[in-house]
């Protein structure tokens, strides 16, 4: 049987993949949530903000995100997003089911809480499997998105996406990634 750990530590734990969680979910609501809302909150800011609170755990790390949401923030200044330009560059997308993901880190989330060390630790590498599965058809994502010109903005996530990507599998799929659409081209278009 194994040691309980502390619970300072099932709490680190727990917050730690809760704030995974949050950033799971907010890539979900990318690729699935209702186009208006999307266009709201990347208009207004505030799924930058969920990004930039759900990497806390990240430290020093966390940095790394600064560049393209600074990026996202200005797209998104440049040319608002709308739920129809939401849905015109989603079309043709497929786009990954992240449910059995979510519902792996809910999990895990509640192993830590209960202090479950056995729970957590296979939801942890069950997580392994759901991103090997979404691994490619993400990376598809993003770079379909990158490729449509109808919103700027939604275009302009797909370093955020596959940074996170990186960071979950240890994988460097951003720094083999060149946006295709030109910051500076899309503020003289706005």
Known sequence: MTEPLPRAVTDSLA????????????????????????????SDGAWC????????????????????????????NAVPPTGQSITAARAGLVAPDLEPLLGALASELDGWRQG?????????LAQHDQLRAVTAPLHEWCFGVDAQRDCPALAATAPVVLLALSIETGRDFEARFRPRFNLIDLLAEG
Do not use: K, N, Y
Not at 116 to 124: A, H, I, S, V, Y
């Open 15 to 42: 917050e730690v993949v809760e704030q995974r969680a949050a950033l799971w979910r907010l890539i979900d609501e990318l690729l699935t949530g209702p186009a208006d809302d999307v266009a709201t909150r990347l």
């Open 49 to 76: 903000d969920g990004v930039e609170g759900s990497v806390d755990w990240l430290r020093d790390d966390a940095a790394r995100f600064g560049e393209p949401l600074a990026t996202l923030r200005a797209a998104a």
């Open 116 to 124: 479950d060390l056995e729970r957590g630790r296979l939801m942890r």
